[in-house]
């Protein structure tokens, strides 16, 4: 049943899956998948269920291969290097509450999964029954969690766009996680069995704040990212509640610059432009950067 190193489709998989068009099952046929009324979806050389054709207004390509790259990068130092502390022990708090949502047999879906470092790190905490779906709409991130998760024989990644129809039937998921992705909360609750759980993370209105402060042209983060309670409590789920964390990290000005290249904001960074900044900062303070760690969980349980 290992995905990674082949890229085979499961065959447990297909009893999850639906058309992301018009929700219909899909069966195997060949080398692509297969709807009722006809839509197709290749399996090689990945599992792609973005349907073709003109995109949403808010949907964009994805991570690029260099965000892939640094991130990748920036997660192997995660398990080892001191300095990393703030965002290791924030992505620890993180999986603390994902972890009491985990029973024998769940079905886990990871909306923006990226490399599949947090799905990777699951697996390890949870050793018993669990089936994990990482879904992203960039290939290179897809390459990436192939390698990462590559030893997880629990796990399968799929291409597919968070801001459409989900590709899974309705009912069949029992934890949904969205950390720092783009998500649509009524199809997260579509997919989700009664009493499932929505996990989601961002950053607070302080994550950073001091790379920000010191690049005035770099946009700055909204003031908050996730669904308020009530807005999960009117959307049909039956309890909701709210987490927050901050601690810090010390970087070298070229690891505070690559933080920021990684994601979104590298389309408003220049790196020869943005490094002598953050250097003349950083020397300031012995070379060395402090930078403020502000992550925000929200949990809504939805109604039996």
Known sequence: MTVSPTRALPTWLLDLLACPLCGRPLTLNGDHLACGV??????????DLLPPGKR??????????????????WERRLDGDAAASGERAALE???DTIAPRLRPGAVVLDLGCGTGDALRRLGARYTGPL???????SVPMLDAAYRILRREPRVAVLRASARRRLPLRGGTVD??????????LDEALRVLKPGGAYVTASFGPAHRRELYDALSAL???????????????????????????????????????????MGPAAFHLDRAR?????????????G?????????????????
Do not use: C
């Not at 006809?38 to 599992?47: E, I, K, Q």
């Open 56 to 73: 949403p207004p808010n949907e964009g390509p994805g991570d690029t291969a260099e965000m892939a790259r640094l991130r990748a990068e």
């Open 274 to 286: 943005d490094l002598p900044r953050l250097r003349a900062l950083a020397g300031e303070s012995g």
């Open 93 to 95: 708090h993180y999986l």
């Open 131 to 137: 089936t994990l779906i990482g879904l992203d709409i």
């Open 288 to 304: 060395v950067l402090r930078l403020t760690t502000d992550i925000e969980v929200s949990v809504g349980i939805k109604a039996d």
């Open 38 to 47: 006809g839509h197709t979806y290749p399996t090689w050389p990945h599992l």
């Open 175 to 184: 934890v949904v996680l969205r950390r720092l992705a783009p998500a649509l």
């Open 219 to 261: 946009p700055r983060p909204k003031a908050t990212r996730e669904p308020a309670l009530d807005t999960l409590l009117g959307q049909g789920f039956a309890a909701a509640e709210h987490h927050g964390w901050r601690g810090a990290e010390m970087v070298t000005p070229a690891e505070a610059l690559d933080r920021l290249l």
